[in-house]
């Protein structure tokens, strides 16, 4: 083995085959249609293409290409023309959709409404009238800044319907990330809200908007949702009141044409150093890709009412809460807390309370899930859902199979699903009702995917070996490009392999074909020349019974290149014990080999995360090396926690 190989060493071997219940209703029942469709999809791609979005979208001009690929730059469907808010809304109206719930909404405080299509529709169009009133139009920048409420969905979908891109910043971001998002992408609209209920109490959203725009010369107008009532400074001549705009505006509304590839939204993405890349999605190649990955990954079914716990200011939010589902015609359950206000089953009562059938959440909500403890699943039934889906991360064995016992009871299918920002839509995922699950593999790649695992040189390597994962082929719903930044572009993600976009994980494919994803490579270790992915060590942590989380990270060695460190946190009720360190360094020397064998675990309270819950390795890396953080902390969710693992230290 060469030093550049990543060593992969998970050895789970648990197989799930899809029931015959869920399979006989299947959207996509059997392994034998899977694999024509992605057989044609990878090998005709324009046919296969071509028939998808002919029959998925609604067209206002026909598109005379399907793919111009000019590495590393794409055309989808060019020539074309359509609306993508038409294609969310207008095109369910005068069907049996239009009276049928879009949103059903629970606010924090428990105050519930439901929005059929229809009334989404006006809501739409009449912001879109208030936009045309302020000037913001085609090409126009419009910053979002909101709590997860519906009008948050009202606003990304009437940006789309007047051809403005919309930005949408995370309600957890500070004034100095907000003013840099506006700022980077110069945008003329921001739409917020005088706050939004979190942990019981109010976020002051329009407050962090105040201080972002001390210092962002192209804002114009501010559009202010009331939600919280709490008080709030209005700027005469900048800030209007959202009710107060609206007022008498028409609620239908003539919706423009737009090309293909005319851009659709900016998303900022954090990268592990440096400021935030601005990733670039246009119009109808993202949603078909949403629209068609949604469809199938989720098994949409008229009935179905479906909840994904991503807040919209991630992708996660964009494709599967808003684009996605609404495209079709699917009923979306919105929540805007905490997931433990006002208890740890906050998110059973209200699958319970409302009926949700399928339920999409991320490998870090389900570990804190667990490690709240089983008596809060127990106290509801969930006999409602009938699909999971996990997003973001890894998933640990134990975590998958947790979910699947407790919260799937064994009858859910539960799809994990491989994708990011820059790819739009879902890229490696099982099935339901036709791949058999494998717990921590996402599985297989979906349509159109040509993923590869590669060595430093883009040889593809040998089944069972580790290596860098690379998608071979340009995709509909790809990013096209950095905003302001092409050349950012093509370094980030077509120079490593040219022609070939890198994604940035490390990767395994087992001997059937499944693919393992180990991680990000800027977090692969080194230990005596083996490169391991953080997460199989973590993994194999999580699976003890005494742990709640782990993370793991390298600290420089004279001798093995790198040590192995380990954060810890243990579950409710477990003592920190130096007998237990030394039996969860055994523990992973057993399950992974003694390679792995942590030098070093140090216990936690908790771990430092980034608001979309991903572990900051780089943060504990720096505590692990020299007990102090240097790096950029802006990201970070709670600094409380990082000046805790630090005074330990
Ligand atoms: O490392 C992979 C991990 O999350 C990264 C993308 O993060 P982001 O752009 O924030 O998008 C998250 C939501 C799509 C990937 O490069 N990741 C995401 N999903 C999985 C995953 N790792 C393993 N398994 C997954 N299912």
């Known amino acids: 083995m060469t030093d550049q190989s990543i060593t992969s060493v998970s050895r789970e071997s648990r197989a799930f085959k899809p029931s015959a219940e869920f399979k006989a209703q299947a959207n996509l029942g059997s392994e034998a249609t899977y694999k024509r469709l992605y057989a044609e999809s990878v090998n005709s791609p324009e ?11 609604v067209w206002r001009k026909p598109f005379r290409s399907v793919v111009k690929w000019n590495a590393p730059h794409a055309e989808w469907f060019g020539g074309g023309m359509l609306n993508v808010a038409e294609n969310c809304l207008d095109r369910h109206l005068g069907t049996a959709r239009e009276n049928k719930a879009a949103l059903i909404f629970e606010g924090e405080p428990g105050d519930v409404r439901t929005i059929t299509y229809k009334q989404l529709h006006f809501h739409v169009c009449r912001l879109a009238h208030v936009f045309e009133n302020l000037n913001v139009g085609k090409g126009d920048r419009v910053a979002i800044y909101m709590p997860m409420v519906p009008e948050a969905v009202v606003a990304m979908l009437a940006c789309a319907r007047v051809g403005a891109i919309h930005t949408v910043v995370f309600g957890g971001f500070s004034s100095e990330s907000l003013k840099d998002r506006i700022n980077d992408c110069g945008a003329k609209l921001v739409i917020t809200a005088d706050g939004g209920w979190r942990r019981g109490k109010v976020v002051e959203l329009k407050k962090t908007v105040d201080e972002a725009l001390e210092h962002t ?23 209007i009141w959202w009710h107060e705009a609206w007022e008498g505006a028409p609620n239908h509304h003539k919706a423009k044409a737009f090309p293909s590839e005319h851009p659709l939204f900016i998303l900022y993405t954090s990268g592990s150093t440096g400021k935030p890349k601005g990733v670039l999605h246009t119009s109808a190649g993202y949603l078909l890709g949403c629209k068609l990955s949604s469809q199938y990954v989720f098994d949409l079914k008229e009935s179905d009412l479906y909840f994904c716990s991503a807040d919209i200011g991630w992708i996660t939010g964009h494709s599967y809460v808003v684009y996605g589902l609404l495209s079709n015609g699917a009923t979306v359950f919105l929540y805007e807390g905490a997931p433990n206000e006002p208890g740890p089953d906050r998110f059973w009562r209200m699958i319970d309370r409302h009926g949700i059938t399928i339920f999409y959440t991320a490998p870090t909500a389900i570990r804190a899930f667990m490690r709240w403890g089983d008596n809060y699943v127990l106290s509801h039934q969930l006999s409602s859902l009938r699909l999971l889906g996990s997003v973001g991360e890894p998933i640990n064995p134990e975590a998958w199979m947790w979910y699947h016992r407790m919260i799937g009871k064994k009858r859910c299918p539960i799809v994990d699903t491989w994708w990011q920002t820059e790819t739009g839509s879902i890229m490696i995922t099982p099935l339901p009702g036709v791949t058999t699950c494998k717990p921590g593999s996402a599985t297989r790649p979906f349509f159109g995917v040509v993923p590869k695992v590669v060595d430093e040189k883009g040889k593809e390597v040998p089944k069972g070996q ?22 950012r572009y093509q370094q980030t993600y077509f120079s490593e392999y040219p022609g070939i976009y890198f994604t940035g994980d490390g990767a395994r494919q087992d001997k059937d074909g499944y693919f393992w994803i180990v991680g990000r490579i800027d977090d692969v270790l080194n230990i005596s020349g083996h490169r391991l992915g953080t997460a199989e060590v973590e993994s194999a942590l999580v699976a003890h019974p005494a742990v709640a989380e782990a993370a793991a990270v390298g600290r420089p060695d004279d001798l093995k290149g790198q040590s192995l460190v380990c954060f810890v946190t243990l579950k409710s009720g477990i003592e920190a014990t130096e007998d237990l360190k030394q039996k969860l ?12 064998r942590p030098d070093s675990i140090r216990f936690a309270a908790a771990l430092p995360k980034t608001r979309s819950g991903k572990i900051m390795r780089r943060i504990l890396k720096e505590i692990a090396v020299g007990g102090e953080v240097k790096g950029d902390t802006t990201t970070l969710e709670d600094f409380t926690v990082v000046a805790t693992l630090q005074a330990e230290d």
Request: charged residues 30%.
């Open 47 to 57: 046919k296969f293409w071509s028939r998808q979005a002919k029959e998925l979208l």
């Open 217 to 239: 010369p192209s804002v114009q107008t501010v559009l202010v949702l009331r939600r919280c009532k709490n008080e709030i400074n209005m700027q005469e001549g900048r800030d």
């Open 466 to 487: 580790g290596g860098k994962l690379v998608i071979t082929k340009p995709w509909p719903s790809m990013l096209r490009t950095l905003w302001g930044d092409d050349r």
């Open 585 to 596: 360094r055994a523990h992973v020397a057993k399950e992974i080999g003694a390679l792995a």
